[in-house]
């Protein structure tokens, strides 16, 4: 038995992984769940549209602390990372879209009437007050939601320090470049233009 407090990339059935299955978090009585499209942050749909799809079909699924993405509600792996409810602000965009947005990140979703993106945005809402409280121990949180909180939030972790290392590594290699190039300014060469005369 794994501890709740322990943040492991386990699968709800205990299997040791880095990820889990959709119907894991179906089984916990999420708060929502649905399709909705996605949209596409490449400029790859703009580009070729004949190619790539500037929305994409994503199954979403509204549980503790984090809003999962899935192909389908049949889907073995989360798209993506899981989404921290605490660190959103969420809006409704018009034309049956709804924004959930981030300090680093913005998702945009559309969905099949403007019923159902209110619908998406009261339930993101009310979400992310009760996963507040209960992070908090404000309110009760069961072991099995516990835990895949713990999950979800390894993943995005791991997800930050890949791009914290990413963005260490191309600065090092810039001062590198830097390093490498000769730094001439206007002194250095209005002088050396002297000695030459």
Partial sequence: EVSDDVPLMVNMRGNRSDNFCCQDLLNMSPSKTGFCEKKARSVLPYLFPCWFKPWKQRFLVL?????????????????????????????????????????????????????????????????????????????????????????????????????????????????????AEPNWSLTDIHSSSHRQQ
């Fill in 63 to 179: 549980v503790g602390g984090f809003l999962y993405r899935f192909e389908s509600e049949f889907g073995v792996k989360v798209k993506g990372v899981p989404i921290p409810l605490d660190s959103i602000s969420i809006s409704y965009r018009g034309e049956c879209m709804f924004e959930v947005s981030m300090i680093r990140k913005v998702y945009r979703f559309k969905t099949d009437s403007e019923q159902d993106a209110f619908d998406w945005v009261k339930a993101i809402s009310a979400r992310k007050s009760e996963a507040i409280r209960e992070a908090l121990g404000h309110a009760p949180l069961d072991a099995s939601t516990r835990r895949a909180n713990n999950v979800a939030n390894a993943m995005f972790h791991k997800k930050l320090q890949s791009e914290r290392l990413d963005a260490e590594s191309s600065l090092s290699l810039s001062d590198r470049y830097d390093a």
